[in-house]
């Protein structure tokens, strides 16, 4: 079942989030998120599951000097390095604590930003409550979240191709669906949502994909749970590593808007 084309083990978190970033498409669907927030200098803007700081620096350059940056993210470690890459920038703050229960006190932030995050808390809608409790009235909040049910990796067997994406939607991600979920769960916490932007990267370099998307990690984890034999594994990874590749997943770019603070606080 083993490919030589394709990762076997999975990278440290840290290292994987900064590949991730350091792609085209990383770097650009993160400057589409900065646009959308609209900052303004002098602000205080919230990244919210900030992990190692990628994007803290440029939220920094946005606020200018006047502003203000916190960066929460519940992982020591991804606290410790974000608080060391933003060591010279005195307007960046970073917190160690969980998003369903932020250390911050109501309407304190005018913008706040979450990236690939809601896809793994253990309750988004909480999530959002929270966001709005700690967003001033007119504060804007932006989340990028991928739609992992419309994950579609070419293969000449295509029910090979549905019981991957199956796998991955209902055992892999813990919210595979969130990309889609995200305009209804933040109406129900109190925002209006203005505009929601999809993007659909299409992958056609199978090592290039496999950097984001862990293919053959993921099809091993996929036989040893039983949802795909050992033989279907095996044809299913000879032909990504050997023909020609194409996958695509759309993910989604929600603007909220938060008014009046919701019910319960």
Not at 66 to 90: K, L, M, N, Q
Not at 130 to 140: I, M, S
Not at 204 to 228: S, Y
Request: with cysteine; proline share 6%; hydrophobic share 40%.
């Amino acid at each position: 079942m083993t490919s030589t084309e394709f990762e076997t083990a999975a990278p440290d978190p840290i290292v994987y989030l900064d590949r991730v970033a350091a792609t085209d498409l990383g770097r650009s669907y993160k400057a589409r998120m900065l646009d959308e927030l609209d900052i303004r200098p002098g602000q205080t803007v919230l990244d919210l599951g900030c992990g190692p700081g990628t994007d803290l620096t440029s939220l920094a350059r946005a606020v200018t000097g006047t502003g203000t940056v916190i960066g929460v993210d519940h992982d020591p470690a991804a606290v410790e390095t974000a608080r060391a890459r933003t060591a010279d920038r005195h307007t960046v703050t970073v917190r160690l604590g969980d998003i369903h229960d932020l250390p911050l006190p109501d309407h304190a932030a005018d913008r706040a930003r979450t990236d690939r995050v809601l896809q793994h808390v253990a309750d988004p809608a909480r999530a959002l409550r929270e966001f709005h409790r700690v967003l001033r009235p007119g504060g804007r909040l932006v989340m990028g979240e991928p739609d992992w049910d419309t994950l579609a990796v070419d293969h000449p067997d295509s029910e090979l191709s549905r019981a991957y994406t199956r796998y991955v939607t209902d055992k892999v991600v813990r919210n595979a669906r969130i990309g889609r979920e995200l305009p209804r769960l933040a109406a129900a916490a109190g925002y209006t949502v203005p505009s929601i932007v999809p993007i659909t990267p299409v992958f056609r370099d199978a090592q290039e994909a496999d950097k984001i998307l862990g293919l053959e990690r993921t099809t091993r984890r996929a036989v040893a749970a039983g949802h795909l034999t050992e033989e279907a594994a095996r044809r299913w990874l000879e032909h990504l590593s050997t023909g020609p590749f194409l996958a695509a997943v759309t993910f989604y770019i929600v603007i909220a808007e938060s008014s009046s603070p919701s019910r319960g606080h």
